[in-house]
């Protein structure tokens, strides 16, 4: 077993309900061990048997056959998550205004150029690796830049927390 950060994209926003206890009795149920969750966002800390990508991937149909929606499940070991904060390439000066979204695969250059075409304003993002690296100006709620478009460009599903949220699921995995 290792330990895994596993990030669900996009859960309990719009019509895709889906409550901690039931995602932890799902992970428990696939033979993760000291399983919890943190906050309703699809944040779940777990030991997770085989191999993550198997662990991932088993998730994401059990999600969708219980709760009729499909969610990508994307996981990385602590290591890594740090690792990915550590790089961070903008000045914070809000951590709620900066972001980390942890992609499923690293995007292609001519995928990262298309998405470099979007005008962004003051907000700035930049792809490290396979995380996609983001801080607006006037915080995730009123954007300058298409997120959505951008992320349609690079062609890999990421999902994204801001960096109060990576520090405490930092802290969580110990």
Do not use: C
């Amino acid at each position: 077993m290792s330990t895994r950060i596993v990030l669900l994209r996009a859960v309990n926003v719009g019509g895709a309900q889906l409550p901690m206890a039931d995602l932890r009795a799902i992970a428990t149920d696939l033979g993760a061990g000291d399983v919890s969750t943190y906050i309703a966002s699809g944040n779940l800390l777990a030991d997770v048997p085989d191999e993550p990508e198997t662990f991932d991937r088993a998730l994401e149909r059990a999600v969708e056959e219980r709760f009729g929606f499909f969610r990508e499940v994307i996981s990385r070991t602590p290591a890594q998550v740090a690792a990915a904060l550590e790089a961070h390439p903008f000045e914070v000066l809000e951590p709620k205004f900066s972001y980390v979204s942890f992609l499923a695969g690293e995007p292609t250059a001519e995928a990262i150029s298309k998405a470099e075409t979007y005008e962004t304003g003051d907000d700035r993002w930049q792809v490290i690796g396979t995380e996609m690296h983001i801080r607006y100006a006037d915080g995730a709620g009123r954007p300058q830049m298409k997120a959505n478009s951008i992320g349609r460009a690079l062609r890999v599903p990421g999902t994204a927390r801001n960096l109060n949220t990576v520090r405490k699921l930092l802290d969580l995995a110990g």
